[in-house]
């Protein structure tokens, strides 16, 4: 499988996606946890089917010294063990705020309630942001068919 576009050798796609990829690195720089993120990123990208993101993020979580165990179980983060109760409320927001269609009204008072027990304003921000950012990542590379397996550790940096 190969992708339907090179986005970094189309001059005017690859500023746009300059741009964008100095978001991520915003949120990377956040106060919000280096394993939130990731479990954070993996699930969404779970939820949207992204291949590539899936790749990439169970690596980076990986590299991160995250364990096995907190990697294969983020899809059944619900019935799982392994997880504080601010990575559930960061999981649950991720969750809603992915699915906010399915919802019809949006993300619920309480599951915003359960998150900012858990997270500061600055981290709230930076939770929001990652959900945002991580759902363009993988629509763009959804359509775009981005070919996953290859991504190596820290390979955006």
Same mark, same amino acid.
């Given at each position: 499988?190969?992708?339907?576009?090179?986005?970094?050798?189309?001059?005017?796609?690859?500023?746009?996606?300059? /741009?964008?990829?100095?978001?991520?690195?915003?949120?990377? /720089?956040?106060?919000?946890?280096?394993?939130?993120?990731? #479990?954070?990123?993996?699930?969404?990208?779970? $939820?949207? @089917?992204? +291949?590539?993101?899936?790749?990439?993020?169970?690596?980076?979580?990986?590299?991160?010294?995250?364990?096995?165990? !907190?990697?294969?179980?983020?899809?059944?983060?619900?019935?799982?063990?392994?997880?504080?109760?601010?990575?559930? +409320? =960061? #999981?649950?927001?991720?969750? &809603?705020?992915? !699915? $906010?269609?399915?919802?019809?009204?949006?993300?619920?008072?309480?599951?915003?309630?359960?998150?900012?027990?858990? %997270?500061?304003?600055?981290? #709230?921000?930076? #939770?929001?942001?990652? $959900? +945002?950012?991580?759902?363009? =990542?993988? !629509?763009?590379?959804?359509?775009?068919? /981005?070919?996953?397996?290859? %991504? &190596?550790? @820290? /390979?955006?940096?």
């Amino acid at each position: 499988m190969s992708a339907r576009l090179d986005v970094f050798a189309i001059p005017s796609a690859g500023k746009v996606m300059k /741009q964008f990829m100095s978001l991520g690195h915003l949120v990377v /720089q956040s106060p919000l946890p280096a394993a939130t993120r990731e #479990l954070v990123s993996l699930r969404v990208s779970q $939820i949207n @089917g992204c +291949a590539v993101c899936i790749d990439m993020h169970t690596k980076e979580a990986a590299a991160a010294g995250e364990t096995s165990v !907190r990697i294969n179980l983020v899809a059944a983060w619900r019935e799982a063990t392994v997880y504080t109760e601010a990575e559930r +409320a =960061a #999981l649950e927001l991720a969750e &809603q705020a992915t !699915r $906010i269609a399915d919802g019809a009204g949006g993300v619920p008072d309480e599951v915003w309630e359960r998150a900012a027990k858990h %997270y500061d304003e600055e981290q #709230l921000v930076a #939770l929001v942001t990652l $959900i +945002a950012f991580m759902n363009t =990542a993988n !629509r763009l590379n959804v359509v775009l068919q /981005q070919p996953a397996g290859d %991504y &190596q550790p @820290g /390979q955006f940096k």
